[in-house]
């Protein structure tokens, strides 16, 4: 059996499930369809240790798409972002006031996963195969007419029906041989895709020798709302303040060696290690979570597309989590390819034209690329021993705390204010 859609979205994870209820608001008569191989219609996702700093712009879309209200419910505030060195008495603080509310949420992004999947039940226009896989993919398919059931009243207004067009330009055959045929494919299946691998995407990657241990706190003194990256010689500390005043979400990246040794140690240890590092800040600290370890490797796509494909999310760039962009980053992609595709509905053109295919490809690369630059040289500015780059950091840091423009232009990047 085959079936008709205008997209098809492969990996239903946050980048999938936030495209598809994206691309609904931009037209309510776009048929989209999801593959995501794991069962998340009748499965809650469990927490895995990240909690998202979500950005002003992102949480602009979650209020478009409909999950605001329900994340929101979760979320800790951050209205004070304080950056330190770990030998430096200087420090770089972004303050609510300048910029005239909260610098984001921070949120469990479980939380996140399942409001998305929440919203996406309500929707009629988006169709789930899940658990799905794909079998098979062919580009520019013709179909067979008796094979089609989207019967041409069924199908809305502008959306030309593929039937009628006579050709469609992705086939997806799934494991029990339904085949959907559609004009565009997303192929949002994280940062190790299958798909750029099986169409041959060369990729540009850079392992960091890094990994992120990742876990809650419980701790005495209140955290006042206020987020803290500690620039650490292994790689940053960032603690991340949660609804409850005195819970915090932990992100603590430290080369691989030393990621496993820590890990390693018994929890009167390793709290004693992370007490050292946040300097007691928090008061008495009890670790109330599960930890989970992430390994970090860079891997940014060369080119954001194939044939009718667009990479998006973690799939088109997997980038360094020192500033909690990635998903940010996917969202900014997102809005691209819905302004994109909202213009060529205006204009009576094909939502997967060559130029909407150029100019995503163009655009999303560029904010991928700034993106990745800004996160790798932070990375390695703070990591590093030679005394000048130091120097220049540090006074940096002070600096740039004084001059309230360079606040600003700070937290426009990391934000998107
Ligand atoms: C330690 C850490 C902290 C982070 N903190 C932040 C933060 O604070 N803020 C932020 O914005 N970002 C953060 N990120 C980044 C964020 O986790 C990612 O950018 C985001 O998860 C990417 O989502 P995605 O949907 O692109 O990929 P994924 O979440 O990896 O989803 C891919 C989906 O594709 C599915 N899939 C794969 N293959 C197939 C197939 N063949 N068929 C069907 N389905 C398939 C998978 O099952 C999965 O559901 C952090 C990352 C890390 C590691």
């Excluded at 794991?38 to 990240?50: A, F, V």
């Excluded at 080119?303 to 990479?311: D, G, R, V």
């Amino acid at each position: 059996m085959s079936q008709n859609f205008d997209i098809t979205i492969i990996g239903g994870s946050f980048a999938g499930m936030t495209a598809a209820l994206a691309l609904t608001q931009v037209s309510p008569n776009l048929k989209i369809a999801i593959i995501e191989r794991q069962d998340i219609l009748k499965t809650d996702r469990k927490r895995d240790g990240r909690a998202y700093a979500i950005s002003s712009a992102s949480l602009k879309l979650f209020k478009e798409i409909g999950i605001f209200d329900e994340v929101v419910k979760e979320a800790g505030v951050i209205s004070d972002i304080k950056i330190t060195d770990y030998k430096s008495p200087f420090f770089l603080d972004f303050l609510s006031r300048d910029v005239g509310g909260d610098l984001g949420l921070i949120i469990e992004n479980f939380h996140i996963h399942n409001a998305l999947r929440n919203q996406i039940l309500l929707r009629e226009n988006i169709t789930v195969f899940a658990p799905n896989f794909y079998e098979e993919i062919e580009f520019d398919f013709r179909p067979r007419h008796e094979d089609v059931v989207t019967r041409e009243e069924d199908v809305p207004e502008f959306v030309t029906p593929h039937s009628l067009r006579g050709r469609c330009d992705a086939a997806v055959t799934l494991s029990n041989k339904n085949i959907l045929n559609s004009k565009l494919l997303l192929a949002c299946d994280g940062r190790f895709s299958k798909l750029r691998e099986i169409y041959q995407i060369p990729t540009t990657q850079k392992k960091y020798h890094q990994t992120a241990i990742v876990f809650n706190v419980q701790h005495k003194n209140s955290h006042e709302n206020v987020a803290y990256e500690k620039f650490l010689p292994g790689g940053p500390l960032a603690i991340l303040p949660m609804q409850n005043k005195y819970q915090s979400s932990i992100v603590w990246i430290a080369k691989d060696n030393d990621a496993q040794a820590i890990l390693s140690l018994d929890e009167e240890n390793f709290v004693h290690q992370l007490q050292k590092k946040i300097e007691n800040s928090l008061g008495d600290v009890q670790v109330i979570s599960q930890k989970f370890s992430y390994p970090l490797i860079l891997v940014e796509a060369n080119k954001f597309y194939h044939e009718k494909m667009l990479l998006i999310g973690d799939a088109s760039a997997g980038v360094h989590p020192i500033a909690g962009q990635g998903f940010n980053l996917a969202i900014s992609g997102i809005n691209i390819l819905c302004n994109l595709i909202k213009n060529a509905l205006f204009c009576g053109q094909d939502i997967a034209s060559k130029s909407v295919i150029e100019e995503y490809n163009k655009k999303a690369k560029l904010g991928a690329k700034k993106m990745i630059i800004a996160t790798d040289i932070l990375n390695s500015i703070f990591e590093t021993k030679s005394f000048s780059i130091a120097l220049a950091r540090d006074v940096g840091l002070g600096l740039v705390n004084k001059i309230s423009v360079l606040k600003k232009f700070f937290i426009k990047s990391a934000g998107g204010f």
